[in-house]
């Protein structure tokens, strides 16, 4: 069964203090992993996927890597806009499922 | 252009009850997926159609049902419902596999069942 775990739960960052959030996965082959960001009372909203081992993905302030393991999600000087909780996902061949990660909570604070 | 369409954004129902929630996905998607979102579990798959047929389902008893119509609009229904399943139901759209452009989300509806 595809399990992702998601590291910190939560996080609260000074305004401009970079942080990275974690993803490790286990799954039977990555078809692909994808980052999404969630705000309060609203559905996910697509950020990257990663298909790869050693592909890199960019938006902004956010920088995705991805290793055979974990993905990384980066923040780098952060703004109070950037307080959400970021999910990771995983899909397998075969299927077009996404499996979740529970999310990273992420506050910044002005 | 118009995005996912959830309706209705909010629902109170009583345990026994059923319900059916729409999605209408954005125009020229043919993928439909359904998750439930609850603060324990997180999110997790319920279903995906694609033209009209399910493709995938997840684990999820069979009170859980769902269908798409030949425009691509989906329902999904739960019967007898119970405390459990008060929860978010996120519906998302995407053009076939969702990798090149992700699967856009719905703003959901949310279920409490009393």
């Known amino acids: 069964e595809d399990q992702v775990t998601q590291s910190p739960e939560a996080l609260r960052l000074q305004e401009g203090e970079s942080s990275s959030l974690n993803c490790s996965y286990t799954v039977s082959g990555l078809r692909g992993l994808f980052w999404y960001r969630q705000d309060p009372g609203k559905g996910p909203e697509f950020l990257f996927t990663l298909y790869s081992a050693g592909e890199e993905k960019e938006k902004e302030r956010l920088k995705a890597t991805l290793t055979k393991k974990e993905s990384f999600l980066h923040i780098t000087a952060p703004k109070p806009e950037d307080s959400a909780t970021y999910l990771c996902?995983?899909?397998?061949?075969?299927?077009?499922?996404?499996?979740f990660g529970k999310g990273n909570q992420v506050v910044v604070i002005p | 252009k118009a995005g996912v369409t959830q309706t209705p954004r909010y629902l109170i129902k009583t345990r026994g009850q059923q319900v059916t929630l729409s999605c209408s996905p954005i125009?020229?998607?043919?993928?439909v997926s359904w998750y439930q979102q609850t603060p324990g579990q997180g999110l997790q798959f319920l279903f995906e159609y694609f033209s009209e047929t399910q493709r995938n389902k997840g684990n999820f008893p069979g009170r859980f049902s769902g269908r798409q119509f030949s425009n691509s609009r989906s329902e999904m229904n739960v019967s007898t419902l119970e405390l459990g399943d008060s929860a978010l139901y996120l519906c998302a759209s995407s053009l076939a596999d969702g990798r090149s452009y992700g699967y856009t989300f719905g703003s959901g509806t949310r279920l409490t069942v009393v």
């Open positions: 996902a995983v899909q397998a061949p075969g299927n077009n499922r996404l499996a």
């Open positions: 125009s020229g998607h043919r993928s």
